[in-house]
């Protein structure tokens, strides 16, 4: 081989190394696109899976089944004692006994009876106390029927097991299946899960007591965490001058957001309830050991939309004259607002499905009434949740489904609010 042939293949040989190097860097590019794609694929089917298993096991519990009752409002029952006081239950069960005199027995009574939630009986004193003209009166009246008639109605329970298995006698599904025939049992919109409180029955348990209890907290942690998250971030930014301290300040605020959050809850049962006496299982409370958990993500997140607006804003508004509190105030403060919000929006999502922190403070209490200040004992969703998973029965199961849908949904929306303020005030340079 002379020098000419080598002349003119050492440049070939370098072309083909360079041309191997290629197909096997776009190879490798396909590959990690095809395992980007895959990784999202995966997510999102585990995640729809899981949404559907929710979904599939709660949306019944927003439709609760009634029995119609040709109601007697005995003046006997109701003159004996002082309206409020007087044995309602006696009335409900004169007008079952009245659908089905052949019932005989006090076992049969007893399973009788025990089609109809025990709120019904409260229904009619509800009732009665707004209308006292009803005493004497005869009305066709829907009330709850029980949680296990409830359940079998959805299909939750089977009807094809031997009766020693079942959760019902042979007598009580003849009478549930009379009452279907006879259109006096029906599937309608559950109200009460909106507008009551918890209960130790199903059927009458709701999530507005939760709900409220979740919205005073964070109304307490929203107006304590906000303006000091963002006064804080901007003195960082702006005005806190460069050395060890300052660096030192921000380290622990972003060592703090990595914190667990039942952390905060200790510190709040130690300094709130122990040392300040406050009052136990209050928003008041919980709205304070929020606050401590989201300050840091919300500083943090100020931090970040101060460090993105172009240090061209301040020197031009510098060069005009204006003052290092004008500047940051009149220019720099607007730019940087959607990440801010954001970030608080972002925070006060953390803190709506907190429950840790809060069963430290006491959040954790069976509460019936419905709070009404910033003092009363309350829960939160996250929390009624827990109370609802631990219980045994199947009718907890479909509302604790339904309150994780109801949460779901309050999250995605305040998701969907924070991408909306973010698009609406965000300014392009």
């Known amino acids: 081989m002379n020098k000419k042939e080598i002349k003119f293949k050492t440049p070939n040989r370098a072309q083909d190394i360079v041309l191997q190097s290629l197909a096997k860097r776009y190879r490798a590019e396909r590959r990690f ?17 899981l949404f559907v298993d929710i ?57 009788l009876y025990s089609l109809v939630s025990s709120g019904a009986a409260y ?76 209960s130790r029955e199903p059927e009458q348990a709701g999530i507005r007591g939760a709900v409220m209890g979740s919205f005073f907290t964070l109304l307490i942690t929203l107006i304590l965490s906000f303006p000091i998250g ?4 901007i003195y960082l930014e702006e005005f806190a001058p460069r050395n060890r301290w300052t660096d030192l300040i921000e380290i622990n605020i972003n060592n703090l957001a990595a ?36 300050l840091p993500t919300i500083i943090i997140a100020g931090s970040s939309a101060l460090k993105a607006v172009p240090p061209s804003i301040r020197e031009a508004a510098l060069g005009v ?20 919000l954001t970030g608080a929006i972002i925070g006060m999502a953390r803190a709506l499905g907190e429950s840790a922190p809060l069963l430290m403070i006491g959040m954790v209490a069976f509460i019936v009434d419905i709070p009404t200040g910033l003092t009363d004992p309350s829960t939160v969703l996250p ?39 973010r698009r609406h005030f965000e300014r392009r340079w």
């Open 55 to 111: 979904i599939s096991k709660g949306y019944t519990a927003f439709q609760q089944t009634f029995v119609e009752l040709e109601v007697f409002f005995d003046p006997d029952i109701l003159s004996r004692e002082a309206l409020v006081k007087a044995d309602y239950g006696a009335i409900v069960k004169n007008s079952l006994l009245a659908m089905f005199p052949d019932v005989q027995g006090r076992s049969d009574k007893r399973m």
């Open 123 to 198: 229904q009619l004193r509800d009732m009665v106390l707004k209308r006292p003209d009803l005493v004497g009166k005869k009305l066709s009246i829907w009330v709850p029927a029980d949680d296990e008639v409830d359940m079998l109605v959805k299909g939750h329970f089977r009807r094809d097991v031997p009766e020693s298995e079942s959760r019902f006698s042979r007598k009580q599904l003849g009478w549930i299946d009379r009452l279907a025939a006879d259109g006096k049992i029906q599937k309608k919109f559950n109200q009460t899960f909106f507008t009551a409180g918890d």
């Open 321 to 340: 004259g204006a003052s290092r509190m004008q500047t940051v105030t009149h220019h720099v403060l607007p730019l940087a607002l959607p990440g801010m």
């Open 259 to 294: 914190v667990p959050s039942i952390v905060f809850g200790l510190l709040g049962l130690a300094v709130f309830l122990n040392f300040f006496g406050l009052p136990r299982s209050a928003p008041l409370v919980g709205g304070l050991v929020l606050t401590l958990m989201t």
């Open 383 to 421: 929390v009624q949740i827990y109370l609802w998973a631990d219980s045994p029965e199947r009718a907890f199961m479909e509302r604790t489904s339904a309150a994780i849908i109801v949460l779901l949904a309050f999250l995605c929306i305040m998701n969907a609010g924070a991408i909306f303020l």
């Open 33 to 49: 696109k095809l395992y980007g794609i895959g990784a999202i694929a995966f997510s999102l089917i585990f995640l729809s899976l």
């Open 230 to 233: 963002v006064a804080a971030a």
